[in-house]
């Protein structure tokens, strides 16, 4: 791989991999901060969101499609975003980021692969890839929960609320995420047999680190499941398929 490409292939993943997230960029209204007081932890959080918290973290899957917004080192990219998460496989397709074509990255414990037009890298997680092989890094592991509108457990954050009950603003890691909107979604059976649930699921988020700037707007949600279906491994590169004997 000569030096032209590697730093192609690097400038394409290091501003995609910032929509992971595992998203349609539209017009939204920013929710209204409400009076209720922030949080310094998850642990204490006001009872209505703590009842919806316990119930986004007992998603396993979900698919979401919509677009992302970058910002970073002056400059302002944007790209198409399919994510299908189910367990601990995901499977996340970027089209048209810096107009260079289409950027997949598949994954499950232990293996990362990510595919552009010309080039392949793999590592043992997301963040060891960027890591490694482009010097810097992004929390996926709490965007996992900030992309359901709750922050990583176990993990001290500042929340506040809108008032409806839902995270307005949470600072964790060192990050600021604010939600400016939520879709209102009736899924299946959720905790109830055979009831039906309605999650408030963020639309357009905004997430401001040191250095950068990204917005979300997660259009379409769809396959909300706290229950496995089958795993993704059978539409994935064969490099993230199990070994079959």
């Known amino acids: 791989m000569n030096s032209k490409r590697i730093r192609g292939f690097k400038n394409l993943i290091r501003i995609t991999v910032l929509g992971l997230a595992s998203i349609g960029i539209a017009a939204c209204s920013t929710a209204p901060l409400s009076s209720l007081p922030s949080i310094a932890t998850a642990a204490n959080a006001y009872s209505p969101f703590s009842y919806k918290q316990k119930q986004l973290e007992q998603l396993v899957q979900w698919d979401v499609e919509g677009k992302l917004a970058v910002y970073v080192n002056n400059k302002n990219n944007s790209g198409l975003m399919t994510w299908r998460q189910r367990g601990n496989e995901f499977d996340l397709l970027i089209n048209g980021p810096l107009g260079s074509g289409q950027l997949r990255i598949e994954g499950k414990p232990g293996l990362v692969i990510a595919t552009s037009n010309k080039d392949q890298v793999t ?111 059978a539409n994935l590169s064969p490099k993230l398929a199990p070994n079959r004997q």
């Open 123 to 233: 590592s043992n997680t997301i963040e060891n890839l960027f890591e490694q092989e482009f010097g810097w890094s992004f929390p996926m592991q709490d965007l996992h929960y900030w992309v359901r509108g709750i922050p990583k457990p176990n993990s001290v954050a500042k929340i506040s609320y809108n008032p409806q009950g839902d995270a307005s603003t949470i600072e964790q890691s060192g990050w600021h995420v604010t939600y400016h909107s939520y879709n209102k979604l009736t899924t299946l059976p959720y905790i109830q047999e055979d009831s039906l649930v309605t999650l408030a699921m963020p639309k357009k988020i905004e997430i401001i680190g040191e250095d950068i700037r990204l917005i979300l707007v997660l259009k379409s949600w769809s396959n909300l499941s706290p229950f496995p279906s089958p795993n993704l491994s």
